[in-house]
């Protein structure tokens, strides 16, 4: 599931099990509880986010009642009209392109394809937001506004089994 900010262009991905309501609400969950109430959930027509908004909108008045106390709004946009998510629609293409390129043909554990994902979250949220110029020595990305002094990577290690010995590149 690919989160992203119409504001600072920052990205939140997260990997679920399936395309169901209840598997989009417990990202949902997960989203508010790092990042806080998103003033506006813009989704586009898929059956799941369908689902999940008529089930808040009509069936659990106290959960629709606590969100617009927090000032979250949910809309969708125009059926047929895919276009209306741009911005999303080309975060989901860079990110599949990512991970076409990171995996090939592998077939990779669910916590390293975890980490892949997070990884290119990453990459995404450093991504300058502005034209880049060679003078420039200050870089805008959406990483700035989540988290200024944020330090983003760590050295790999890697594990040689046979040797029970780590090196640190």
């Not at 119409?6 to 679920?16: D, I, S």
């Not at 969100?67 to 125009?78: A, D, E, F, P, S």
Request: proline share 4%; aromatic share 8%; with cysteine.
């Amino acid at each position: 599931t690919l989160l992203t900010c119409f504001t600072t262009r920052a990205v939140h991905l997260e990997l679920v099990d399936d395309l169901t309501a209840e598997s989009f609400l417990t990202v949902l969950r997960r989203f508010v509880a790092r990042w806080g109430y998103p003033e506006l959930i813009l989704s586009d027509n898929a059956s799941q986010f369908q689902l999940v908004f008529q089930t808040i909108n009509e069936q659990d008045s106290q959960l629709t009642n606590f969100l617009t106390k927090k000032g979250m709004v949910w809309n969708n946009i125009i059926p047929k009209a895919p276009w209306s998510g741009g911005i999303y629609e080309r975060m989901i293409g860079i990110t599949k392109n990512a991970l076409r390129k990171a995996i090939g043909r592998k077939l990779l554990k669910e916590r390293e394809l975890i980490t892949l994902i997070t990884g290119i979250e990453s990459i995404h949220n450093t991504r300058p937001l502005t034209y880049v110029n060679f003078d420039d020595s200050i870089v805008l990305r959406p990483i700035d506004f989540i988290s200024p002094n944020a330090c983003l990577s760590i050295p790999t290690v890697m594990m040689i089994t046979k040797t029970n010995l780590f090196l640190i590149n």
